[in-house]
């Protein structure tokens, strides 16, 4: 075989996740949304950087090559995930309750059959559906009813951590909005910390405490949801702003919408920094030197040389 | 006399299928009417009956197995009953489609060039050499940089806003009238999407053609049609023009649908999202009533037995519920908040 490149799908990411946050990520397909989640779970591997992991009691591990003896079954208990796709997340050959079962079984979190059995009653009750749906298989279920059923498996474990990829984006919009309810209840319930990835702007601002916005493998920009929102500074951010529909027929934006051409291929990244060949505000640097994030207010970094050039020219003003 | 700017006419479609559950009534009794140069959205969600009331117009339907019945009359001529021949000369050529899945619509095995000559072919009076010149053109007129180039490459070479784009270029290439375009930018992300809309406007701006634009997400709505159709489990329950829609909504659907938009205000109040209450029952479960009372908070004995007729309730926004029926239940309705 052949190797024409490496997938750099992820180049520089700093985050981290504290108790009960909630950490949302935004981009396009192909941003590193999914890889990021991915690697946190230890499903990939990353080729530099390190993933520190904090046990229930504070302790520190680095994760980042693979999970030791010690550490492996609290991580795996602490840190759970959910998919985009419920037709595809669960096994069509088991029932309900046996997807349910296995990771309380994997984790031997009961000896007693029955407390285990009135468990995946009570779980599947906190999601919203019929105790008794246990006996049946997943293709008896809507997407809505299946994606209910991943996160009562996701949840079995008592996780500190979940990772939410796309919840919601293979459901209808009706659908849509009682699984964030149920997600942001569980959470309160649980004291959860969340990293909630997802391209819907409007359902990320609702979830997160932060959000960061990707870009070809890149944090573009990070910041509080609200500073997101009120101020996007990056011209990735902005444009992303701009391009989500008003839901108002007499102040249409098409046509108001910038941004031209499409992301990069990630095999042969652009130099310097990635968005430049699509940003109308690029300037000559742009091409040879990638920007580096820059704290613009409290919390809200973003990663532009135009950020740069303000700070310059009023600091030598000041 | 007919009005020389109506192009389509759809007059109490019905596609029934035959399952082992039973009849299933994806389309059941729709009317509407299309003019020239004019955008009408229809709007519902998954199972609602949209994507086969598009197929049903095409001839997409295989009759038998599924039953077919109503009339649709396209620029005079009726097409329920047509033979498949007289079909083919008008679908792909005076009426053609736009599909939701652009990475699954094109044939791996082929090249561009030779999927977007094989309309040429079939359709078209051109030599060989004008219709690639066409072709060509009309890929550029999509802003496909190097169209020379990526008329001899293959759709695995595309990403899917281009291929998005191929698939418009192959739709306007024998310049119809008519264009269904079926969820075209779902698969896509949003700056894509924002691009290939605002290309569709243009070109049909410029052509003064037709869309049959459907779609679950009301934001595309906004931005895009003249007219919107909701549709409910295989019926129309809500028509009108987009600003009525969007600002006189009258079907408690409608509004439903309305207020499952994600708003800022939500989370800085603290609240959980509205949603609406219950699923779309099955097409072996509908009763004979209202399809919609299992979920409406406004559903009464009638809703549940007798299928509410449409109602006009002022010029071109018409709606099918009985709460419109008589006018003091419409002024409660219309001060409710949803």
């Known amino acids: 075989m052949q190797v024409t490149g490496y ?57 980042t090559n693979g999970l030791t003896k010690e550490v492996r079954s609290t991580f795996r208990k602490d840190v759970q995930m959910i998919f985009q ?27 007693n059959l029955k407390d285990q059995d009135r468990y995946v009653r009570e779980l599947l009750s906190k999601v919203g559906l019929d105790p008794d749906y246990g006996k049946r298989y997943p293709h008896e279920f809507s997407g809505g009813q299946r994606q209910r059923i991943a996160i009562a498996r996701s949840i079995s474990v008592n996780p500190r951590l979940l990772i939410c990829d796309e919840p919601t984006s293979a459901l209808d919009v009706s659908v849509q909005s009682q699984i964030i309810n149920l997600l942001k209840q569980i959470q309160r319930e649980h ?38 929102f009120d101020n996007p500074t990056h011209p990735y951010t902005q444009a992303l702003m701009s391009a989500i529909p008003n839901w108002n027929p007499r102040e249409r934006k098409l046509g108001t919408v910038k941004l031209e051409g499409e992301p990069p291929s990630p095999i042969n990244p652009p130099t310097g920094c990635p968005f430049h060949p699509r940003c109308e505000f690029r300037m000559d640097i742009c091409a040879r030197a990638k920007p580096e994030p820059t704290e613009i207010s409290s919390g809200h970094f973003c990663a532009c040389h135009l950020r740069d050039l303000t700070i310059d020219s009023s600091r030598s003003a000041g | 006399m007919t009005d020389t700017r109506r192009i389509l006419t759809v007059e109490n479609l019905k596609t029934y299928f035959k399952t082992p559950n039973g009849i299933v009534k994806a389309v059941d009794g729709i009317s509407f009417h299309l003019d020239k140069g004019e955008t009408l959205a229809l709007v519902g969600e998954s199972g609602c009956g949209k994507s086969v009331t598009a197929q049903s117009i095409l001839g997409l339907i295989k009759v038998p197995p599924a039953k077919l019945t109503g009339s649709v009359v396209f620029k005079g001529q009726e097409l329920v009953g047509l033979s498949d021949d007289k079909y083919r000369d008008i679908r792909g050529m005076q009426i053609s489609m736009i599909f ?136 129309i329950v809500e028509k009108a023009s987009v600003i009525d829609l969007f600002e006189n909504p009258l079907h408690p659907y409608t509004k439903g649908l309305l207020t499952s938009r994600v708003k800022r205000e939500y989370k800085k109040e603290g609240k959980d999202l509205p949603y609406i209450k219950g699923h779309v ?38 709606v099918a519920c009985f709460l419109f029926e008589r006018d003091d239940l419409v002024e409660n309705f219309a001060n409710a908040k949803p």
């Not at chain 1, 950490?23 to 890889?35: F, M, Q, W």
């Not at chain 1, 088991?94 to 349910?100: C, H, K, L, P, V």
């Not at chain 2, 009309?138 to 806003?161: A, D, N, Q, W």
């Not at chain 2, 119809?176 to 894509?192: C, F, G, R, S």
């Open chain 2, 100 to 235: 939701q899945e652009p990475m699954s619509a094109f044939d791996p095995l082929y090249t561009i060039g030779q999927q977007l000559m094989e309309i040429a072919k079939v359709h078209m009076p051109w030599s060989y050499q004008e219709a690639k010149q066409r072709i060509i053109d009309s890929l550029r007129l999509v802003h496909i940089p190097e169209p020379e180039k990526r008329y001899s490459e293959y759709p695995h070479e595309m990403s899917g806003g281009m291929l998005q784009r191929i698939m418009i270029a192959m739709a306007l290439l024998p310049s119809p009238e008519l264009i269904i375009a079926d969820e075209p930018t779902t698969a896509l992300d949003v700056t894509i999407q924002a691009q290939v809309l605002n290309l569709m406007q243009e070109l049909q701006d410029s052509y003064n053609g037709s869309m049959i634009f459907i779609t679950h997400d009301l934001g595309i709505v906004a931005e895009i049609a003249d007219r919107v159709h909701v549709m409910y489990a295989g019926k």
């Open chain 1, 85 to 111: 796709n419920p037709y595809d997340s669960l096994d069509p050959r088991m029932t309900i309750r046996d997807t349910i079962l296995e990771p309380i079984q994997t984790h031997k979190l009961f000896k």
């Open chain 1, 7 to 63: 997938v750099k799908a992820l180049e520089k990411v700093d985050f981290s996740i504290s108790e009960r946050e909630t950490i949302g990520i935004v981009g396009e397909s192909g941003c590193g949304k999914s890889t990021l989640g991915k690697t946190l779970v230890k499903i990939h591997e990353p080729t530099a950087g390190s993933i520190i992991y904090f046990d229930p009691n504070g302790k520190s591990y680095d994760i």
């Open chain 1, 191 to 228: 004291n959860m910390a969340f990293i909630f990835i997802s391209h819907n702007l409007d359902v990320v601002y609702h979830m997160s405490d932060r959000i960061l916005v990707m870009y070809l493998g890149n944090i573009v920009e990070s910041a509080p949801s609200r500073a997101i």
């Open chain 2, 281 to 318: 029952p099955k097409a072996s479960e509908f009763s004979t009533g209202c399809r919609f009372h299992s979920r409406c908070t406004y559903a009464t004995e009638t809703c549940k037995t007798t299928m509410p007729p449409e109602i006009e309730t002022e010029k071109g926004h018409r």
